[in-house]
């Protein structure tokens, strides 16, 4: 439903800004929503790396005849917190994009 393309996550991988707006994207294109979101990052405890880091996440937010809004954070805390920080995150992209 999605629509990413295999090769994207071979050359920026799964946690990125162009993963997150082709999610947004490809929901928007292929639902009867007028608007979407999408997230990927690294909640933890583990699965970091220097370049992607515990906390990183990517929220992108999709409209119909709008650009689509991207967003990179990198939270603290533990998995609950970053799980929570990114859908308060998420909620304030949809309400910016939504106006």
């Not at 799964?14 to 999408?38: H, P, R, W, Y």
């Not at 906390?55 to 999709?62: E, F, K, N």
């Amino acid at each position: 439903m999605l629509s990413v393309a295999p090769d994207l996550f071979d050359t920026v991988g799964a946690v990125s800004e162009d993963v997150a707006c082709a999610m947004a994207e490809g929901a928007l294109k292929n639902s009867a929503a007028q608007i979407t979101i999408a997230v990927t990052g690294v909640a933890g405890p583990g699965g970091g790396t220097v370049d992607k880091p515990v906390g990183l996440v990517h929220i992108a937010c999709a409209r119909e005849g709008v650009d689509t809004l991207h967003e990179r954070h990198i939270f603290g805390g533990d998995r609950e917190a970053v799980r929570s920080q990114t859908v308060v995150a998420a909620m304030r992209l949809l309400i910016k994009l939504s106006e």
